[in-house]
């Protein structure tokens, strides 16, 4: 077996010892890497070079857009045909949708009494997904029917302003929140609530439709 030998030098190279400049494969080198006009953005052959026959050099690229496909839809290639098959079936899903109903907030006194009573008639402290999500759904179907919205409004303020009181000490958020669902906001606010300008202006409309119908002017 005759031993291989390894070049320093590809063919036609100019550092090869037999380096013949009118050679063909001197000649080729030449063609590829010698640039008499400076250095090339490609090399030869390259497809986006510009005396590579056939190259795409003419076509305007733009973000999303296929240039050999510039009738389909940017970023998604999609076809006339599917953009107008999309649109329409966005259009009768929105012809279709129901707005949410708005719920009131819950108090975290009855959520966390409900969650305690599920988890003892289960029998176990960890709840599922679906179970914890059923007893919320549940305390908002019995929502409590003696309350309007502005005592809603002014229970839920109440419960806040204590959570602020309780983080002002120090206590964290998730221990704020136990202090208040056993011991209740008033007893952490110690009768000091203060209803903010909003409740306030809430209650100051109220008044005013009151007395409309008596003829007299609140000032």
């Known amino acids: 077996m005759s031993p291989q030998v390894e070049y320093d030098f590809p063919p036609g190279h100019p550092g090869r010892s037999d380096y013949d400049p009118k050679s063909p494969e001197a000649v080729e080198w030449a063609r590829i890497h010698v640039s008499p006009l400076g250095a090339r953005d490609f090399p030869v052959g390259h497809p986006k070079a510009l005396d590579t026959p056939g190259n795409l050099n003419h076509l305007v690229v733009e973000a999303g857009v296929d240039p050999l496909n510039p009738h389909r839809e940017a970023h998604t290639g999609r ?111 110690g009768g000091q609530y203060t209803p903010s300008a909003a409740s306030e202006q809430s209650a100051s409309e109220g008044a005013t439709t009151g007395l409309s119908g008596s003829g007299r002017r609140r000032r």
Do not use: C, F
């Open 79 to 189: 076809t006339p045909e599917q953009v107008a098959g999309i649109a329409e079936l966005s259009r009768l899903a929105s012809e279709a949708a129901k707005e949410s109903p708005v719920t009131l907030p819950l108090d975290a006194a009855v959520v966390n009494s409900a969650l305690d009573s599920k988890r003892v008639e289960l029998g176990r402290d960890q709840l599922t997904e679906e179970e914890y999500s059923g007893v919320i759904a549940e305390i908002h179907r019995s929502q409590r029917s003696g309350e309007n919205q502005d005592e809603v409004r002014a229970r839920v303020e109440k419960q806040h302003q204590a959570l602020q009181v309780l983080l002002g000490r120090g206590y964290t958020r998730n221990t704020a929140m136990e202090l208040i669902a056993r011991e209740g906001a008033d007893k952490v606010l």
